[in-house]
């Protein structure tokens, strides 16, 4: 049973470009939540998805958006980046069961130059 | 969202007992204390999770007192494999696998051979 899976695991951007990351939930999950984490620092709650709608965010701007598809995996897209950006982007997966453990992925380091 | 205080950090030697504790006074009726543990470069995991007295796994003991204002965390005899940063979390409400995690800076614990 495949826990968690996110990918690139490593990428390089460009102040102001775009980048997409990606999330597989783990099987028999249909939660997959957003965490960004800085060096150093806690993990930071991006956003939320189930049934492919976003259904909370954290304190993120707009340049930050995602999305769920039917199979449950889910993408988040940073728009216009910039160098404050640069962290370990973290992927959890869970279902709405009451007491459900929350898994994560190992997550996706991006570095913005 | 009830905020939690920890130590930054604490050193331990391999094979004696480490206890993190966390304080949370504003901690609500229906709220869950959880434990996860991050290695570097890695997601974190969950290690632990009760609501009052003490809960015992594989891993570790949670020892809740009565008025919950604060938490204990305790490691059995550590190995240099448990050096990691540990994060106290308290639940927003009702612990479904739907709420969104508030991770304060965690407590990095360093074992020495």
Same mark, same amino acid.
Not at chain 1, 59 to 63: M, S
Not at chain 2, 24 to 29: E, G, P, Q, R, V
Not at chain 2, 93 to 98: A, E, S, V, Y
């Given at each position: 049973d495949a826990g968690v899976t996110q990918s690139p695991t490593h990428l390089i951007k460009t102040r102001g470009q775009q980048v997409t990351l990606r999330c597989s939930p783990k099987s028999g999950h249909d939660t997959v939540s957003w965490y960004q984490q800085a060096l150093g620092q806690g993990p930071q709650f991006i956003f939320q998805y189930y049934e492919e709608e976003e259904r909370q965010r954290g304190?993120?701007? $707009?340049?930050f958006s995602g999305h769920q598809f039917p199979n449950y995996s889910s993408e988040l897209n940073v728009n216009a980046?910039?160098?404050? $950006?640069s962290a370990l982007y973290l992927c959890a997966s869970s279902s709405g069961v009451t007491g459900n453990t929350i898994y994560f992925g190992e997550g996706s380091w991006l570095t913005v130059v | 969202l009830a905020k939690t205080t920890q130590p930054i950090s604490m050193d331990s030697y391999e094979g004696q007992e480490v206890n993190i504790t966390c304080s949370?006074?504003?901690?609500?009726?229906n709220d869950y204390i959880t434990w996860y543990q991050q290695f570097p470069s890695q997601g974190p995991r969950f290690i632990i999770q009760g609501y009052k007295t003490k809960v015992t796994n594989e891993v570790a003991s949670l020892f809740i007192p009565a008025d919950r204002k604060s938490s204990t965390l305790s490691l059995p005899?550590?190995?240099?494999?448990?050096t990691a940063v540990y994060y106290c979390l308290v639940g927003d409400?009702?612990?479904?696998?739907?709420r969104a995690l508030t991770f304060g800076s965690g407590t990095r614990l360093q074992v020495q051979p």
């Open positions: 304190n993120f701007p $707009d340049r980046l910039l160098l404050g $950006d | 949370h006074n504003n901690i609500a009726t005899r550590v190995s240099l494999s448990d409400g009702l612990d479904t696998g739907r």
